[in-house]
């Protein structure tokens, strides 16, 4: 099965809204990442989560260890955070990076 | 800052046909890493280097050599081509190997005719 699960799979959004992605993981992590793929294919880095929680403008991303779990908030949406968002999380047995299938997101005027 | 710089952008060749693209960091980073992202999936990792000279697989090494020739680079050869593996292919860096976030390239596609 998936050891990182995202979701949902894709999601469509009002400009100005709210929303949360959300990460399962099964196997055992200390850290998590997540990044944005932008609609030419640019990956960028929003956050690197031991666990706890991280602010940048209006994103938040909270990792839960023992829940097994981290989410992405996104808060007033705005078009150019449309793209597709990934989760990747490193395993403890083997440091090895595990990624998720992505969330894509499109905002709407 | 830094940055990573991926060439070609587009790879074009024939099946069959032995092909390289190349990676340069300028981070000064450690770790460096190939990974193929084929249309409206997840990333999948075909080799990364540790270090130079070093060169560890991926789950997806088969069909594929790198090499890590020098700090700065790491290059990355499909062996022989096939029409089933156009893809978009991304390099990344990082410090280290482990605990630190990853970096990426702007890509190389490929496509094979």
């Known amino acids: 099965g998936d050891q990182v699960k995202q979701s949902p799979s894709a999601l469509s959004l009002q400009e100005g809204t709210n929303s949360a992605l959300r990460c399962n993981f099964s196997?055992?992590?200390?850290?998590v990442q997540w990044f944005l793929q932008n609609p030419r294919g640019s990956l960028m880095n929003l956050f690197y989560?031991?666990?706890?929680?991280k602010e940048n403008g209006r994103l938040k991303s909270t990792f839960n260890s023992k829940e097994s779990y981290s989410t992405l908030h996104i808060r007033d949406a705005q078009l150019e955070d449309s793209g597709t968002y990934f989760c990747?999380?490193?395993?403890?047995?083997?440091?090895?990076?595990?990624w998720g299938s992505g969330t894509k997101l499109i905002i709407k005027p | 800052g830094g940055i990573i710089t991926q060439t070609p952008k587009f790879l074009i060749g024939q099946e069959g046909q032995k092909l390289t693209l190349k990676c340069q960091q300028n981070?000064?980073?450690?770790?460096m890493y190939w990974y193929r992202q084929d249309s409206g999936k997840g990333l999948r990792l075909i080799y990364y280097?540790?270090?130079?000279?070093?060169?560890q697989k991926g789950d997806l090494s088969e069909g594929y050599d790198a090499s890590r020739e020098k700090k700065s680079s790491f290059s990355l050869t499909v062996t022989s081509a096939q029409k089933n593996e156009m893809a978009v292919f991304l390099c990344?860096?990082?410090?280290?190997?482990?605990?630190?976030?990853?970096?990426f390239g702007e890509g190389s596609r490929l496509i094979v005719v």
């Open positions: 196997i055992a992590t200390t850290t």
């Open positions: 990344a860096s990082s410090i280290n190997r482990v605990g630190n976030t990853l970096y």
């Open positions: 989560l031991v666990p706890g929680t």
């Open positions: 280097s540790i270090t130079e000279n070093d060169l």
């Open positions: 981070f000064n980073h450690d770790t």
């Open positions: 990747a999380a490193e395993d403890d047995s083997n440091y090895q990076l595990i």
